[in-house]
């Protein structure tokens, strides 16, 4: 009886070998120019050893969401394509530190084209933020099982800043990082007093929907001021009025 002196993995066949690296050259070439130190940088890809590439451990991530449902199978891919031979419980703490790389990839492969560069010393105008939150399902879920909350930079065509909670992370301004001069576009779920004076503090400024019972404004002269009677008075047409709001003991104001 022949003995095999040790484990070995048949080499796949050249033709399919071929087509596999093929298909993810593809996919590659696709990614932004900086997706490797990025990798490095977010703390996704920290050892060299086993998986040789940045690239590499995106693919086994890609698998494990498309065709690997377990962190087993996961392995077992990896190994007949020839990609590295890592136990599932390393494939699991290799995907945990990659959610602040996989965030910065989608946001990338999303954005769309760059402004040009200003020129030195000069300041342009502040970014406008759209925001918002979406509702994302699992298998099984009661359809509100995570919350993905985004920032588009309108004038740059872009996702700049994406985050993910479960179903009990809120909807809130204060999830975003705002740079002075920047305009924060978002709709009633935000219209809360804590998240327009969270923006005045960054020196930035908010556009959002509010309703009155949650938004109690003032007049000019401090006095309580009824918002609904006044848009039943005022005739057909654009109207704007000087507001101010008190929040923890100090007066803020803005325009309705």
Do not use: N
């Not at 490095?40 to 998986?51: D, F, H, I, S």
């Not at 890592?86 to 990839?105: F, N, P």
């Not at 993910?164 to 999830?175: K, M, N, P, V, W």
Request: contains cysteine; aromatic residues 8%.
């Amino acid at each position: 009886m022949s003995r095999q002196p040790h484990h070995t993995t048949p080499p796949l066949p050249e033709q399919l070998a071929h087509l596999l690296e093929h298909d993810w050259q593809a996919v590659v070439e696709r990614l932004p120019s900086d997706y490797e130190p990025q990798a490095e940088q977010l703390g996704a890809w920290v050892r060299k050893r086993e998986v040789r590439r940045a690239s590499d451990l995106l693919r086994a991530l890609l698998a494990y969401v498309l065709c690997a449902p377990s962190f087993r199978q996961l392995g077992c891919w990896a190994v007949l394509i020839g990609l590295c031979k890592i136990s599932e419980a390393a494939w699991r703490k290799r995907l945990r530190r990659s959610l602040a790389w996989l965030l910065w990839l989608l946001g990338a492969l999303l954005a769309g084209p760059s402004l040009p560069d200003l020129p030195v010393g000069s300041r342009g105008p502040g970014r406008v933020l759209l925001i918002d939150a979406t509702r994302l399902k699992e298998p099984g879920g009661t359809g509100d099982d995570w919350r993905l909350h985004t920032a588009y930079d309108l004038r740059a065509g872009r996702l700049v800043q994406v985050s993910l909670s479960d179903q009990h992370g809120a909807e809130a301004l204060e999830r975003f990082v705002l740079q002075p001069g920047d305009v924060a576009v978002a709709d009633a779920g935000y219209g809360y007093r804590h998240c327009v004076v969270w923006v005045l503090c960054q020196q930035a400024d908010v556009l959002v929907r509010i309703h009155p019972r949650a938004f109690p404004v003032r007049d000019e002269s401090g006095q309580p001021w009824d918002v609904v009677a006044w848009l039943k008075q005022v005739p057909e047409g654009q109207h704007s009025r000087r507001v101010s709001f008190v929040w923890h003991e100090q007066t803020r104001s803005g325009c309705v």
